[in-house]
């Protein structure tokens, strides 16, 4: 059975490697310090993708990213591990959006591809961390949700069957299609690009990136329609402009600090025996262990 | 399309409590559930409300015993076999269903598997702003910069943002409930008072949850009681990236056996694959506060250090002298963990008799 799988990715700041050149003077964050990476836990959905679509010919990946124009690159990531196409939803008007608005924006999008069976997404993304966008998705769109995925078993026949990772265990389950699965890190990696695919789609470009092009580029864009990534607004989307970016969001942001940490006067030591033994001795003699 | 059903404030003045969501294992309320009533018992009092625990399962005959001494005024109770283990809709339905009757001002859960899965259904269904992971919650005024229209007492949600580098406080000026998920470990959890009494509502099923909910049908279910218990540990023998490999961490195991300790990590440790995710410490893991803290080979990104920073003496080993963990260290050992600790063991096991 050929299945319409949507997967949902993010392009992120990797807030995994924060360097020393990361936090300004001011305190505020430079992110051109911080590379875009595609979230880690997307990749882990992606591959979920491509395990059904190699086990269900005739499938389709189709990868959704809301952001900026250069969230692009998100796809074309997808596309050379093997995903089919994608939809690049940017707009001035969703900046500024909480897990709330992102969610209905996105829902809003996943309404307008119409047809599909199951959407996947990461836990959450690396730069907030709130593992929200998914479920919220779920409830939007009506449909059931699997959250903390490590591994899809099966799909097929209006239903799917999912390995989930918890806190203090593992849990099967099985659910109605079409509905929503968010995959845990524990998950399967994620292929690697395939070099044919690489030069395949190496010239796909979205709508804004096609503006300025070499004439090589140009030509090969004319020529296969494939290449092409889609970019939708939120008038495409038939969003309520009450329900996105800023104004849509109920949460706002009512201050933010750098984080500060009171420095104690430590005792240094070197990695000498008489040293260590000293200390040793004084944690025993203060009841701190043994 | 979802309409937008919050309410405001207004509307609600009788109405308004903080309401806790309490987690429900086999016959035991959740400590992460405790530690938030515990919480929420301050904060209602700070509002002037009620505090109301929910807690929804198939076994729940005298469960509000554990929940009372927690300071909790009433506790809703929906009973139904079908209600665990825990799946998404059935739970999210009854909550927004009960909400929209007694529409609470605030909703607090745990950040769990269950509360984050639940939290983010419920607000979106019911358009209320959520914020997750909270490591403060606090009662306060706020501004609107751009309409300078004022709100009174909302709840501050505090919370790491961007891997920790820095702390946001959100608030949520016109949707309710207010809701927010907290870590287990975050908040401290404390009896109010063991005599404390309030009203049980029990709520008839069938109202709440319909049979068309029940969508996703549990097949298999392995949960193992955690062997880890690092939160409750007095003494941690950390390790990070700086261990330098999965071999490596047995020492820290070595060292943890000979002093009675448990071995936690930081992220950064987990992520490289050196170790479980469920020894990890920090934002993004658990909130620990030993009596005394080893961090082996651990930089000390603010994630982590927000996590263990309570502990009472920290002792760093690192190779750098300058890592940023040794600013709030009471000892600093500067070598590498593979010579360090053996020497811990070494001399623990010479004078300790």
């Known amino acids: 059975m050929s299945l319409n799988i949507i997967v949902l990715a993010k392009q992120v700041p990797d807030t995994r490697n924060v360097g020393k050149d990361a936090m300004k003077e001011d305190g505020t964050i430079n992110r051109a ?95 907030g961390d709130t593992a929200q966008v998914g479920p919220q998705i779920a409830e939007k769109l009506g449909l059931p949700q699997v959250t903390y995925a490590e591994e899809i078993i099966e799909a097929g026949n209006g239903s799917i069957v999912i390995r989930r990772r918890l806190e203090h265990g593992v849990e099967t389950v099985k659910a109605p299609l079409p509905c929503v699965v968010t995959v845990n890190g524990s998950a399967a990696e994620c292929r690697p690009r395939n070099a044919r695919r690489v030069m395949k789609y190496k010239y796909a470009a979205s709508t804004s990136e096609q503006a300025g092009v070499s ?29 996105i970016g800023l104004a849509g969001s109920p949460t706002k942001v009512k201050a933010i600090e750098n984080v500060v940490f009171t420095a104690k006067e430590s005792r240094r030591l070197d990695n000498d025996d008489a040293q260590i033994e000293e200390l040793v001795k004084e944690l025993i003699a203060n009841h701190t262990i043994g | ?49 009620k505090l109301e625990a929910v807690v929804l399962g198939d076994k729940l005959e005298g469960i509000e015993k554990q929940i009372f001494p927690y300071g909790a005024d009433t506790v809703y109770k929906i009973e139904d076999k079908r209600l665990f283990p825990y799946t998404s809709n059935p ?86 409930p207010q809701m927010a998920t907290v870590r287990e470990g975050v908040m401290k959890k404390e009896v109010y008072n063991a005599d404390h009494k309030g009203q049980v509502v029990d709520l008839k099923a069938s109202d709440y949850v319909e049979d068309a909910d029940f969508v996703v049908e549990i097949i298999d279910r392995h949960i ?15 390790g990070g990236y700086g261990v330098g490999s999965k071999e490596n961490f047995q020492l820290l195991f070595d060292l ?75 000892y600093v050992i500067t070598g590498n963990m593979e010579d360090v600790v053996p020497k811990l063991i070494k001399y623990y096991k010479k004078n300790s008799k």
């Open chain 1, 33 to 127: 310090a911080l590379p875009a990476i595609f979230n880690p836990e997307d990749l882990n959905a992606l591959e979920q993708a491509l395990r059904l679509k190699d086990a269900n010919p005739g499938s389709t990946v189709t990868i959704l990213t809301m952001g900026l124009p250069r969230a692009a690159e998100v796809i074309r990531e997808a596309i050379y591990r093997g995903a089919d196409s994608g939809i690049v939803l940017t707009d001035r008007a969703l900046g500024g959006a909480d897990t709330l608005a992102t969610s209905y924006s996105l829902a809003q999008a996943v309404k307008k591809i119409g047809n599909y069976d199951i959407i996947l997404g990461g836990r959450q993304a690396i730069d």
């Open chain 2, 91 to 176: 739970h999210a339905g009854a909550l927004i269903k009960l909400f929209r009757e007694i529409e609470p001002q605030i909703c607090l859960m745990g950040a769990t598997c269950i509360g984050r899965d639940l939290g983010p259904r419920v607000s979106s269904c019911l358009h209320s702003g959520l914020t997750a992971d909270c490591t403060a919650l606090e009662i306060g005024d706020h501004k609107d910069a751009k309409t300078g229209k004022e709100y009174k007492d909302l709840l501050y949600q505090i919370r790491p943002a961007f891997g920790g580098n820095i702390v946001a406080t959100i608030v949520n000026p016109e949707c309710r």
């Open chain 2, 224 to 238: 193992e009681k955690s062997k880890v218990n690092i939160k409750n540990s007095p003494i941690i023998v950390a």
């Open chain 1, 215 to 243: 004439e090589v580029a140009e030509k090969r864009l004319a020529a296969s329609p494939e290449l092409n990534i889609a970019e939708w607004g939120a008038a495409y989307v038939e969003a309520d402009p009450e329900q």
């Open chain 2, 256 to 330: 943890a056996d000979t002093l009675g300790a448990e071995v936690g990590a930081s992220r950064a440790a987990v992520d490289a694959g050196y170790i479980e995710h469920e020894r990890q410490i920090g934002q993004t893991g658990v909130t620990v506060r030993p009596k005394l803290y080893i961090a082996c080979g651990i930089s000390g990104q603010i994630q982590h250090i927000a996590g263990m920073q309570e502990s009472s003496i920290i002792i760093s080993i690192n190779n750098d002298p300058n890592a940023p963990i040794n600013a709030i260290a009471d």
């Open chain 2, 1 to 49: 399309m979802q309409p937008i059903q919050s309410y405001t404030t207004e509307a609600m003045a009788e109405k308004n409590n903080l309401i806790v969501y309490c987690e429900y294992d086999e016959g035991r309320i959740a400590d992460v559930s405790l530690e938030l009533l515990t919480k929420g018992r301050v904060l209602a009092d700070r509002l002037g409300v």
